[in-house]
């Protein structure tokens, strides 16, 4: 049974950094694209980063671009988002998602088939 599992969530004040990390299990995920989106309270869930699977094209919402930065390590079957210069606009429950196999990136909820609990960050103003 396919699983991914976030891990790096907290509280971080304004200006500060968290590295969230997904670990992917009961599949080989080495060939789909994976992805991070968020969903703040009373939000819909959105698109944050994205990367294929030789770590090579990346995408990220602009709203999040030169502060964030996506990243993947096949070996262990994990992604990670490294997260810079939080603001509490950030604040939301981080979700990681994988593609099925052979596919690239996408910026859309529906292209993913899994998906992970959450992890909460949460940026106080």
């Known amino acids: 049974q396919v699983q991914l599992v976030e891990s790096g969530g907290g509280l971080v004040q304004a200006g500060g950094s968290l590295r969230l990390s997904c670990a992917a299990s009961?599949?080989?995920?080495?060939?789909?694209?994976m992805g991070w989106f968020r969903q703040a309270p009373g939000k819909e869930r959105e698109f944050v980063a994205a990367?294929?699977?030789?770590?090579?094209?990346?995408h990220y919402a602009d709203s999040v671009k030169g502060r964030f930065t996506i990243s993947r390590d096949t070996a262990k079957n994990t992604i990670y988002l490294q997260m810079n210069s939080l603001k509490p606009e950030d604040t939301a429950v981080y979700y990681c998602?994988?593609?099925?196999?052979?596919?690239?990136?996408?910026?859309?909820?529906?292209?993913?088939?899994?998906w992970g609990p959450g992890t909460q960050v949460t940026v106080p103003s």
């Open positions: 009961g599949g080989t995920f080495s060939s789909s694209g």
């Open positions: 990367i294929n699977s030789n770590g090579y094209t990346l």
């Open positions: 998602a994988a593609r099925s196999a052979f596919s690239t990136t996408s910026k859309s909820r529906a292209d993913y088939d899994y």
